[in-house]
């Protein structure tokens, strides 16, 4: 026997520099993996169980608008307490993480990047993000969730305390939560999101534009654009790390809807009563 130092001691075992736990890991996995599987899906808001289909069908087709509305702000928006959605999170990890990928690429891009980082485990970054994407995809999973294909989600419920989904059938003028029974009119639910909207600084490209606004169920042309732009009605709000002029999307979804500057909820509910009768005597 010796007292001379193996040349085994410091070798074969692997230092575990992780800073989750066993099942934090497996938990980031699973989102990670859960993303890039379903993020086409959402992003297009091709969800079957939005179309109040009873039997048969695909998932072809265009949601309804407060399905639509909904998946946008827990896509692109912020909360209500000012923290950011799916894409504000992602964006965050991946400066942390020092990737090189712009603010406006597709979440689909983020979320491989993020989860092929060779040291993701390691990195300070990960416990700090890890958790809020956590939060954001279980929400998000509720618009995957199979039912009988008629139940439509409006968001959180807001009453005190409650962390239930307002919920209702596609064609239901009032909403309700099955957690603590609280009930509100949809066209009120609508018209709170969008104002909420035209309160937001976010500034965006003018393809990024034209795509956003077309998820929210309205179109608006590249010429419209362009005009609106030249006459100064949408002025520009700077410019991105790529020298792209920026534009303000609160401002642009106020000319594509057709509301004042200051709309109130009552403002916003009337014009969207008027664009569906329009749409309807066509």
């Known amino acids: 026997m010796t007292d001379a130092p193996s040349m085994l001691i410091g070798h074969g075992i692997p230092e575990n520099r992780s800073l989750l736990c066993a099942w934090h890991e497996r ?43 909904t998946l946008h702000d827990l896509l692109y928006a912020d909360d209500d307490h000012g923290y950011p959605g799916l894409q504000g999170t992602l964006y965050e990890w991946i400066r942390s993480l020092k990737l090189n990928l712009r603010e406006s690429a597709p979440l689909a891009d983020m ?28 929400k998000l999973r509720r618009f995957l969730t199979d039912d009988d294909g008629e139940t439509v989600l409006y968001g959180p419920c807001p009453a005190n305390g409650c962390l239930g989904q307002l919920s209702g059938y596609a064609d239901a003028e009032t909403a309700k939560c099955p957690q603590c029974g609280f009930s509100m009119p949809v066209a009120l639910i609508r018209a709170e999101r969008v104002k909420r909207l035209l309160q937001s600084d976010a500034v965006r490209t003018r393809g990024e534009l034209l795509d956003i606004i077309k998820a929210c169920g309205m179109r608006v042309n590249r010429s419209t654009l362009r005009s609106w732009i030249h006459r100064g009605q949408l002025p520009q709000q700077g410019e991105d790390s790529y020298s792209n002029p920026l534009y303000r999307f609160s401002d642009f979804y106020r000319l594509a809807s057709g509301l004042s500057e200051d709309a109130d909820v009552w403002e916003i509910m009337q014009v969207s009563q008027n664009q569906s009768k329009e749409g309807d005597d066509k």
């Open 27 to 69: 938990q980031l996995t699973t989102d990670l993996q859960w993303l890039e599987r379903n993020l086409p899906d959402l992003t297009e808001y091709r969800i079957n169980r939005a179309y109040g289909h009873k039997t048969g069908g695909g998932n072809a087709g265009t949601a309804p608008a407060p399905v639509r509305e």
């Open 111 to 138: 979320v491989y990047r993020i989860a092929n980082h060779p040291k993701l485990d390691e990195h300070p970054s990960t416990p700090v993000y890890a958790e809020p994407v956590h939060g954001l995809v279980r």
